[in-house]
């Protein structure tokens, strides 16, 4: 019913930047929260940023000043600017909308991407 699709992810030096992106498709009448998570080798999942329908957004302390969120409503998707990456920044990159609502009837869900991974060399 409700697909996320990401792209973007890769292999980048230290120092460098990469650009995700996350794209929902299916019958959606609005989407209320979007964000990314990202899952490191033996770590659990943890929210890396998320931004609201109305723009305000969230960042995780280890990211902040270095990646930046945003959304575009008219076409379901959210962005996720990633600048100086560190070796630590290394992960499966998770999309996630919340407050998807969708017709047929009526109802909202929670619905995730199937991951991109991003790997930062030193």
């Known amino acids: 019913q409700v697909e996320l699709v990401e792209s973007g992810g890769g292999l980048v030096q230290a120092g460098g930047s990469l650009r995700l992106s996350c794209a929902a498709s299916?019958?959606?009448?609005?989407?209320?929260?979007m964000g990314w998570y990202r899952q490191a080798p033996g770590k659990e999942r943890e929210l890396v940023a998320g931004?609201?329908?109305?723009?305000?957004?969230n960042y995780a302390d280890s990211v902040k000043g270095r990646f930046t969120i945003s959304r575009d409503n008219a076409k379901n998707t959210v962005y996720l600017q990633m600048n100086s990456l560190k070796p630590e920044d290394t992960a499966v990159y998770y999309c996630?909308?919340?407050?998807?609502?969708?017709?047929?009837?009526?109802?909202?869900?929670?619905?995730w991407g199937q991951g991109t991974l991003v790997t930062v060399s030193s």
């Open positions: 299916g019958s959606i009448f609005s989407i209320n929260a």
């Open positions: 996630n909308a919340d407050g998807v609502v969708i017709a047929g009837p009526w109802r909202s869900l929670e619905v």
């Open positions: 931004i609201a329908s109305g723009g305000k957004t």
